[in-house]
C-alpha cells in the first residue's frame, strides 16, 4: 500500500476548516487553495459543475455545500488538512462537529455586504469551542466592496475589539489591484495567467499615512502579548516582522484577537497570501491545550486522564462523521489525537465496551481516497471496517481505555410518515433509513405504535428534501412522503401539591394495593438554568421519603412508571416535558402490593393531578432573520404578521432593511416560496431554533381536533 507524506513535526501541520455565509463564494475559495497548493491541476468555478469539494450530485444541481468534505494538502513544507464544510443553515450541524475536532477556522465573508446571519450561526458555535480564526474579505473587486466596511461590521457584529485588519487594499470594486501587507509593510500585486506569480509593489503614496496608522495598532497589540516585546517596544525599538507575527499568533491562538485580510478569489488574487496566514497565525496541534488531549476513565467519571498529541503515547482517537459509501458499507472518519492507528489490528470502543477490527486506513480527499498504513497522533483521515462505532466514540488501546467528551445535538423539530411505494422498496426503505441515520446525528427514525407508520424527524425543510433524493438515487429506493408536522409538545402550567391516589382492590385470589402522594410542578428555563445538573433531564423525579423500610424491586419502580404515565399524553398525544414530580408518602401491602398496582396508582395520580395543572401545549419557535431591500419591507412585515410573529429588532443592513422575529415553526412551512414571491426573488432569510413556547388555546383545540384525541380516563 502506498503511504503519503506525514509529518514529523507537529509544528508544521494545520488543521483547519473554511466557514463563510451564503454567496461569500467559500468553494471557490477551497478550489484555489487546492491549485495553488497542488492538490489539484486546473481552477474548476462552480459553474463548471466540477468542482472538487462539492462532489454530491445534490451539490452540484443546487449550487450549495451540503456535507462536510477532508482533504490534505502542502504549502511550503506544511501539512495542512482542510475541511469544506456547508453554509446552508439547514446543515450547521455538519458545522458544529467539524468544529470539535479542528483547531483553526478560516472565516470568508462577503467584501459588498455587511455580516450574514449565517456567519453569525456559525461564529457563535466557533466561539462555543474556542476555535481560533482569521478572517478574509472575499471579492473586494465587486461593486460597493468596502474593506472599512468589513471591518466595522465584524466588529459590530461579531468580535467588537478583537478584529484587527493585517492587510489594506489598494483601490477597492472594479479598481482593486493589489494589497499592502501590514505587517511587512509592503504592497503586492500578482501576474501570470492564474495570477501565480507575486509581484512585489511600492506602497502607494496616498495610502501611507493610513497604512502606517493601522501598523502602529499592529506593533502595539503585539508587543501587549509579550513582556520581552513590550520592553522593546517601550524603550522606543522596531519590532521585527518575525517578533511581530509572534506576538500577534499567540493572540490568535487564544482566540483574543481575528486578523482581517482581503483578496478576490473568484479572480485567483492573493489567495497565496492567504495560505501564507494560514501558517503564520492558526494554531499547530502543538498548540492547542499545550499539546496534550484530555479525557476520562470509562469505569470512572471522576478519573481525568490527559496524553499528550504524540504518536508514541496510548491511542486515543474520535470518531466525529460517518458516511456511506456503496463499494465498502461505510467510512468512518477519526480524528487521531494521540498514539498510531494502524490498519487490520483491534481497538477498544470504550463507550459501548466492545472490540472493533480496523481494516483499512484512508487518506481522503472529498469523494476519492488513498490507503495508508497507519494514522499517527493530530491526523484527521477515515477508517474502513468499524461496524458499531456511531458519531463521537472513542477508540483506545484495549489496556488504556480513555473517554473523550462527545457532542450533544438538539432534537429534531419537525417529523413526516414515509412508506415504500412497493414491497420490493420496503426492506431497502428500512436498510437506507438507518445508514443516513448513522450518517447524521440529527436525523431520527421510529415507528409510530399506534399508526404502525416510519417516523423520520429532523431539524430543517431543505434537510427533508436532501434525506429523500439520497434515498432514491444512492438506495434506489421509492416512497411516499406525508406532510411535515411540528414536534409539539405538552407540559403543565401550575403546581399540584400532595396529589392523592389510593389504588385497592381486592379479589377473591390475591387483591392489589397501592397509596402514592406526589407533588407535580412545572419546570421552567429560569429553574433549569439556576439548577443545571439537578434539572438536567426533560422531567425530573425527587424521592423525599425517608425512615420507610421500602422493598428494594420498588425503589426504581416509581420514576419508571411516573415515565410511562408521562407517554400517555394529556392534550394531543405528544411528549410530555417540564414537569418535576416529588414523591412525599406512599404505602403498600406485604401481600397484595406488586408491579401492576404501583404501576396503576402512579398513572392514575398523575392523570388526576394533570387535569387540575392547567396542561398546556408547546411549540418550537423559530428566531428568524429576514434581509429585504427597503421597497418589499412593508409587504415582508405585512406576511410575518399573519404568522404570529414577535418583532426583536428592525434595522439597517449595507444596503438591505433587517427584519428579526420570533416565529412559530408551524407558521413558516412554504416561507421560501413566499418571500421569493413578495420580493422578487431578491430577499432572503434564515432560522434557527430558539426555544419552545405556549401554543394560543384556540389553535390548541384546532390541533387537539385535527389529531381526534380527547382526554380518555382509562388506561
Same mark, same amino acid.
Given at each position: 500500500m502506498a503511504t503519503p507524506s506525514i509529518f514529523t513535526n507537529l509544528k508544521k501541520v494545520r488543521n483547519i476548516g473554511i466557514i463563510a455565509h451564503i454567496d461569500a463564494w467559500k468553494t471557490t475559495v477551497s478550489e484555489r487553495i487546492l491549485f495553488y497548493t497542488g492538490k489539484t491541476h486546473k481552477i474548476w468555478e462552480t459553474h463548471d459543475w466540477e468542482w472538487t469539494m462539492d462532489w454530491m450530485a445534490q451539490e452540484k444541481e443546487r449550487g450549495i455545500t451540503i456535507t462536510s468534505a477532508a482533504t490534505t494538502c502542502f504549502w511550503k513544507d506544511n501539512q495542512i488538512n482542510i475541511i469544506d464544510t456547508p453554509w446552508h443553515v439547514d446543515f450547521t450541524i455538519e458545522v458544529e462537529r467539524s468544529m470539535r475536532v479542528l483547531d483553526g477556522w478560516v472565516a470568508v465573508f462577503d467584501g459588498s455586504q455587511w455580516v450574514e446571519p449565517q456567519s453569525e450561526t456559525v461564529w457563535k458555535q466557533a466561539d462555543k469551542y474556542h476555535v481560533p480564526r482569521i478572517c478574509f474579505a472575499n471579492k473586494m473587486d465587486k461593486t460597493w466592496a468596502s474593506f472599512q466596511m468589513t471591518y466595522d461590521s465584524i466588529k459590530k457584529k461579531l468580535a467588537w475589539n478583537k478584529v484587527v485588519a493585517l492587510q489594506y487594499p489598494i483601490w477597492e470594486e472594479e479598481t482593486f489591484s493589489g494589497i499592502i501587507d501590514l505587517v511587512g509593510m509592503k504592497a503586492y500585486t500578482f501576474e501570470g495567467k492564474f495570477w501565480e506569480n507575486v509581484i512585489e509593489w511600492e506602497i502607494p503614496a496616498n495610502l501611507v499615512e493610513k497604512v502606517n496608522e493601522l501598523r502602529a495598532d499592529i506593533i502595539e497589540k503585539a508587543a501587549e502579548q509579550d513582556d520581552v516585546l513590550m520592553n522593546k517596544y517601550l524603550e522606543g525599538e522596531e519590532l521585527t516582522v518575525e517578533e511581530i507575527k509572534k506576538g500577534l499568533r499567540n493572540w490568535v491562538i487564544a482566540s483574543e484577537i481575528y486578523p482581517l485580510l482581503c483578496w478576490s478569489a473568484l479572480m485567483n488574487k492573493w489567495v497565496q497570501l492567504m495560505i501564507d496566514a494560514v501558517l503564520d497565525y492558526l494554531p499547530s496541534p502543538m498548540d492547542v491545550n499545550g499539546g496534550t488531549i484530555s479525557g476520562t476513565n470509562p469505569d470512572d467519571y471522576? +478519573? =481525568?486522564?490527559? &496524553? +499528550?498529541? %504524540?504518536? +508514541?503515547? *496510548?491511542?486515543?482517537?474520535?470518531?466525529? =462523521?460517518?458516511?456511506? %459509501? *456503496?463499494?465498502?458499507? +461505510?467510512?468512518?472518519?477519526?480524528?487521531? &489525537?494521540?498514539?498510531?492507528?494502524?490498519?487490520w489490528t483491534a481497538v477498544l470502543n470504550s463507550v459501548t465496551g466492545e472490540k472493533e477490527r480496523i481494516w483499512r486506513l484512508l487518506q481522503m480527499h472529498s469523494n476519492t481516497r488513498q490507503e495508508i498504513d497507519e494514522i499517527p497522533a493530530w491526523n484527521i483521515w477515515a477508517v474502513i471496517g468499524l461496524k458499531e462505532t456511531k458519531t463521537w466514540d472513542t477508540l483506545c488501546d484495549n489496556d488504556k481505555p480513555i473517554l473523550l467528551e462527545r457532542m450533544e445535538f438538539p432534537e429534531p423539530v419537525i417529523s413526516v410518515s414515509v412508506e415504500p411505494k412497493t414491497k420490493a422498496d420496503q426492506e431497502k426503505m428500512g436498510i437506507a433509513l438507518s445508514k443516513l441515520a448513522e450518517e447524521d446525528p440529527s436525523f431520527r427514525v421510529n415507528s409510530d405504535q399506534e399508526t404502525n407508520q416510519t417516523i423520520i424527524r429532523w431539524m430543517w425543510e431543505l434537510h427533508l428534501e436532501i434525506i429523500v433524493d439520497r434515498m432514491r438515487r444512492e438506495f434506489k429506493v421509492e416512497c411516499n412522503v406525508g406532510a411535515p408536522q411540528v414536534a409539539y409538545r405538552e407540559t403543565i402550567t401550575s403546581t399540584v401539591k400532595d396529589q392523592e391516589y389510593k389504588h385497592q382492590k381486592q379479589t377473591w385470589g390475591r387483591g392489589q394495593y397501592w397509596h402514592v402522594i406526589i407533588t407535580f410542578e412545572p419546570i421552567t428555563p429560569e429553574q433549569r438554568k439556576a439548577d443545571p445538573e439537578v434539572l438536567k433531564n426533560e422531567n425530573v423525579f425527587i424521592n423525599k421519603i425517608t425512615g420507610w423500610v421500602i422493598p428494594k424491586e420498588y425503589i426504581p419502580g416509581v420514576e419508571k412508571w411516573l415515565k410511562d404515565a408521562y407517554s400517555r399524553w394529556i392534550i394531543a398525544g405528544y411528549p410530555i416535558v417540564d414537569i418535576k414530580a416529588t414523591l412525599t408518602f406512599w404505602s403498600y401491602h406485604d401481600v397484595d402490593s406488586n408491579e401492576l398496582s404501583f404501576r396503576v396508582a402512579a398513572s392514575k395520580c398523575f392523570r388526576e393531578a394533570a387535569k387540575k395543572a392547567r396542561p398546556a401545549l408547546l411549540e418550537p419557535v423559530m428566531l428568524v432573520e429576514v434581509n429585504t431591500p427597503e421597497e418589499y419591507m412593508w409587504d415582508v412585515l405585512g406576511n410575518l404578521n399573519s404568522k404570529r410573529w414577535q418583532i426583536i429588532e428592525m434595522g439597517d443592513r449595507w444596503m438591505a432593511k433587517i427584519l428579526k422575529a420570533h416565529v412559530p415553526l408551524s407558521e413558516m412551512f412554504g416561507y421560501s416560496t413566499d418571500l421569493r414571491s413578495l420580493s422578487q426573488w431578491r430577499a432572503t432569510y434564515v432560522m434557527e431554533f430558539s426555544h419552545y413556547s405556549q401554543v394560543p388555546s384556540n389553535i390548541t383545540e384546532k390541533i387537539r381536533a385535527e389529531r381526534w384525541v380527547k382526554f380518555d380516563d382509562e388506561d
Open positions: 471522576e +478519573k =481525568k486522564i490527559t &496524553y +499528550k498529541q %504524540d504518536a +508514541k503515547e *496510548p491511542l486515543s482517537a474520535l470518531a466525529f =462523521k460517518i458516511a456511506t %459509501d *456503496p463499494f465498502v458499507w +461505510k467510512i468512518t472518519f477519526v480524528r487521531v &489525537y494521540s498514539g498510531t492507528l494502524r490498519s
